[in-house]
């Protein structure tokens, strides 16, 4: 049995995530969608609308996760305050998630 600080992919997990919080997103946008909206600026890794537990329905943002900073970055200044489905969405660089510990 290993404690979760003796981990051994912590290090793995670890590095940089390049990943920009998109909000006001309208209630009909999935993963799809986000992705295409965002691949002009770069190497999209994943895309991610964050949905209610309870109900199912998207909760009006999500996640944009790039290769490289540099795409990060142009996405920001490129599509904050762009249309997505007829609303103006907001995006901004995302905050580093914190370690989940396994038990």
């Known amino acids: 049995m290993s404690a979760p600080w003796w981990d051994s ?3 793995d997990r670890s590095g940089p995530e390049y990943r920009c919080y998109v909000g006001n997103l309208p209630y009909g946008t999935d993963e799809g969608s986000l992705k295409n909206a965002f691949s002009n600026y770069g190497d999209v890794i994943s895309s991610e609308v964050v949905v209610d537990r309870e109900t199912g329905r998207s909760r009006g943002f999500g996640f ?5 900073k540099k795409s990060m970055d142009n996405a920001i200044q490129g ?3 762009q249309q997505i489905g007829g609303r103006s969405v907001t995006v901004s660089e995302a905050n580093q998630r914190p370690r989940r510990w396994r038990a």
């Open 64 to 68: 944009v996760q790039f290769e490289d």
């Open 79 to 81: 599509m904050n305050g």
């Open 9 to 11: 992919d912590w290090k």
